[in-house]
């Protein structure tokens, strides 16, 4: 799944050396927590939230197909 979700990631951002994905596993539920340039983070969530929509939903069809439970987070920790 993380390397699903790095290259979905990569194909969107304008820098994709800074696409980071931390995952972390917690009683069989798999957090995700994606890290991106400041400057990519709108690309991301897109008009109204729709592109960490359908990255979510897709990551959701891969997580039944793996039978497991994901949650996708975006970290902006590091925005000014």
């Known amino acids: ?3 699903f979700l790095e290259y ?3 194909h969107l951002v304008n820098h994709p050396d800074a696409v980071e994905v ?3 596993e917690a009683d069989g539920l798999h957090e995700y927590s994606l890290k991106v340039h400041p ?5 991301i969530i897109g008009k109204q939230g729709r592109t960490i929509q359908a990255i979510r ?3 959701k069809v891969r997580a039944i197909q793996d039978n497991i439970r994901v949650r996708i987070s975006i ?3 590091d925005q000014e």
């Open 8 to 10: 979905l990631l990569v």
């Open 39 to 43: 400057e990519d983070v709108g690309r």
């Open 22 to 24: 931390e995952e972390n």
């Open 75 to 77: 970290d902006q920790d």
């Open 57 to 59: 939903t897709l990551a």
């Open 1 to 3: 799944m993380r390397n």
